[in-house]
């Protein structure tokens, strides 16, 4: 396999991913940590088990993953072989466009397999007749509602008011990790009302983080610069890319620019349409909330607070839902591990029929619906097979609270749409073919769930002191 096709794509906390320029195609390569050479801990040689991790990922994302969300909104993967020679060919690549805050990881060179996923950059299936740009705008939500469930302690009651987003916000300025807050905030993105989601949309562009990317065929064109936002020159160069196919023509052909230029506001528009689209007529209905964060940057004057929902079925409608299966927060999870870890202490030939890490196969997949009726059972509450459950539904939760949507758009070249469910206009008249898929769904492990309720006594005792100063000096 010849690195000189492969591009570097982007990298998470365990892997990294790189695009095919040719087969619009991308590899999700597993990383690990930088460790000093040790002679006395020899290479490892379990191809089996290398073929088993990567096993565990699908199974994870296709079996449980994929019918919570749906079908066509989760993309097929596949597991290849990758040589040495070609994981260190494209280490040795991509290490000079890597972030610096990554580089204490590194492409782990003996993995043996990768994942092959379909390049979401482009618009599938590719039209070679539309010479159009291919825009594709990654969003990681975050966790889109408030906690409001009996296990929530007073000590930790503000999560109730503010998200744990915005509070963390406060935490990791104090860490040095961004030089500045996020402005974004997740309950406006999630709320159904288009003004809020335009706000959030608006403040994700003006301090993206790691929560926005911006691509154009296949390229980067707008991000974080490291830890730092966005500067002037960046927002203008991005609205330069977007005046030939976006906005009012008669507006883009001014030298002026700003975040309320036409162009990138009928981009964020589209997005914003791309999000809440749905296909059918769907009458359930949502229950509407006009829940808002103590952080939120959108500013209400007294009636323009309109009571909304998500359309049920679009992209946040699906992802919320499933982020709702942690009905007990971190303050009533973290109690039934205890419980759950006490047990497999006292009874070790439990450890595989209670396993939380997998393997995710058709015994385990069989087990949920059922056990989801054990969780309504109120005279099973003080069950292992509640606790068990019920962390299982917080893990899965956990996943869609850190996964990314992509939303891939081209302007379409025929004056007539066909598939009018797969296209939306913009607001000069253009349409634009779509789509939209979810992305980032490994499982979390359980082991992670003391250092969870650790963060969370973290974030809102930290945010206390912080409104606590606020005040003080107002």
């Given at each position: 396999m010849d690195t000189s096709d492969w591009v570097y794509r982007g990298e998470g906390n365990s892997s990294l991913v790189i695009a095919n320029t040719k087969t619009n195609r991308v590899f999700k390569l597993r990383k690990k940590k930088i460790v000093k050479c040790d002679s006395k801990n020899p290479k490892s040689s379990d191809s089996e088990g290398k073929l088993q991790m990567c096993r565990r990922l699908l199974q994870y994302s296709e079996g449980v993953l994929r019918p919570l969300?749906?079908?066509?909104?989760?993309?097929?993967?596949?597991?290849?072989?990758?040589?040495?020679?070609?994981?260190?060919?494209?280490?040795?690549?991509?290490r000079k466009l890597r972030p610096a805050k990554r580089l204490d990881t590194e492409?782990?060179?003996?993995?043996?397999?990768?994942?092959?996923?379909?390049?979401?950059?482009?618009?599938?299936?590719?039209?070679?007749?539309?010479?159009?740009?291919?825009?594709?705008?990654?969003?990681?939500?975050?966790?889109?509602?408030?906690?409001?469930?009996?296990?929530?302690?007073?000590?930790?009651?503000?999560?109730?008011?503010?998200?744990?987003?915005?509070?963390?916000?406060?935490?990791?300025?104090?860490?040095?990790?961004?030089?500045?807050?996020?402005?974004?905030?997740?309950?406006?993105?999630?709320?159904?009302?288009?003004?809020?989601?335009?706000?959030?949309?608006?403040?994700?562009?003006?301090?993206?983080?790691?929560?926005?990317?911006?691509?154009?065929?296949?390229?980067?064109?707008?991000?974080?610069?490291?830890?730092?936002?966005?500067?002037?020159?960046?927002?203008?160069?991005?609205?330069?890319?977007?005046?030939?196919?976006?906005?009012?023509?008669?507006?883009?052909?001014?030298g002026h620019n700003s975040l309320n230029h036409s162009c990138l506001l009928d981009f964020l528009h589209l997005i914003q349409k791309v999000l809440v689209a749905t296909e059918g007529n769907n009458e359930v209905k949502r229950p509407q909330t006009t829940n808002q964060c103590l952080e939120s940057q959108y500013k209400p004057s007294g009636a323009d607070m309109v009571n909304n929902s998500l359309p049920p079925g679009c992209i946040l409608d699906r992802i919320l839902n499933v982020q709702r299966l942690d009905d007990l927060d971190i303050e009533g999870i973290y109690p039934l591990y205890q419980q759950l870890q006490e047990h497999i202490s006292q009874h070790p030939e439990d450890r595989e029929k209670y396993s939380l890490e997998g393997p995710f196969n058709?015994?385990?997949i069989d087990q949920l619906p059922m056990m989801t009726q054990v969780t309504r059972n109120h005279s099973t509450k003080e069950t292992i097979d509640y606790a068990v459950q019920k962390i299982r539904e917080f893990l899965i939760a956990a996943t869609t609270k850190d996964c990314s949507i992509m939303v891939t758009m081209q302007r379409t070249t025929n004056a007539k749409v066909e598939d009018a469910s797969q296209h939306i206009s913009s607001g000069n008249g253009n349409f634009f073919k779509y789509h939209c898929n979810i992305v980032d769904l490994d499982p979390k492990p359980s082991i992670r769930i003391p250092m969870y309720y650790q963060l969370d006594h973290d974030i809102t005792q930290h945010y206390k002191k912080y409104l606590e100063q606020k005040n003080l000096e107002s």
């Amino acid at each position: 396999m010849d690195t000189s096709d492969w591009v570097y794509r982007g990298e998470g906390n365990s892997s990294l991913v790189i695009a095919n320029t040719k087969t619009n195609r991308v590899f999700k390569l597993r990383k690990k940590k930088i460790v000093k050479c040790d002679s006395k801990n020899p290479k490892s040689s379990d191809s089996e088990g290398k073929l088993q991790m990567c096993r565990r990922l699908l199974q994870y994302s296709e079996g449980v993953l994929r019918p919570l969300l749906g079908e066509e909104v989760v993309p097929i993967a596949e597991i290849v072989p990758v040589s040495v020679d070609f994981l260190k060919g494209i280490s040795k690549k991509v290490r000079k466009l890597r972030p610096a805050k990554r580089l204490d990881t590194e492409v782990d060179e003996e993995s043996e397999y990768g994942i092959s996923l379909p390049d979401l950059c482009s618009v599938q299936p590719f039209d070679r007749n539309n010479t159009n740009p291919v825009f594709c705008v990654e969003i990681k939500p975050k966790m889109g509602f408030l906690p409001d469930c009996k296990p929530i302690s007073e000590e930790r009651s503000i999560k109730r008011n503010a998200c744990k987003f915005c509070m963390y916000q406060k935490l990791k300025l104090e860490f040095g990790t961004w030089d500045s807050a996020s402005l974004y905030c997740p309950i406006d993105l999630f709320s159904g009302n288009e003004e809020r989601m335009m706000c959030a949309l608006s403040c994700l562009v003006k301090t993206p983080q790691n929560n926005l990317r911006i691509f154009m065929n296949g390229q980067l064109i707008f991000s974080n610069n490291g830890r730092h936002s966005p500067t002037l020159q960046d927002r203008q160069q991005l609205t330069d890319l977007l005046k030939s196919q976006f906005g009012s023509s008669s507006e883009n052909k001014d030298g002026h620019n700003s975040l309320n230029h036409s162009c990138l506001l009928d981009f964020l528009h589209l997005i914003q349409k791309v999000l809440v689209a749905t296909e059918g007529n769907n009458e359930v209905k949502r229950p509407q909330t006009t829940n808002q964060c103590l952080e939120s940057q959108y500013k209400p004057s007294g009636a323009d607070m309109v009571n909304n929902s998500l359309p049920p079925g679009c992209i946040l409608d699906r992802i919320l839902n499933v982020q709702r299966l942690d009905d007990l927060d971190i303050e009533g999870i973290y109690p039934l591990y205890q419980q759950l870890q006490e047990h497999i202490s006292q009874h070790p030939e439990d450890r595989e029929k209670y396993s939380l890490e997998g393997p995710f196969n058709e015994h385990f997949i069989d087990q949920l619906p059922m056990m989801t009726q054990v969780t309504r059972n109120h005279s099973t509450k003080e069950t292992i097979d509640y606790a068990v459950q019920k962390i299982r539904e917080f893990l899965i939760a956990a996943t869609t609270k850190d996964c990314s949507i992509m939303v891939t758009m081209q302007r379409t070249t025929n004056a007539k749409v066909e598939d009018a469910s797969q296209h939306i206009s913009s607001g000069n008249g253009n349409f634009f073919k779509y789509h939209c898929n979810i992305v980032d769904l490994d499982p979390k492990p359980s082991i992670r769930i003391p250092m969870y309720y650790q963060l969370d006594h973290d974030i809102t005792q930290h945010y206390k002191k912080y409104l606590e100063q606020k005040n003080l000096e107002s």
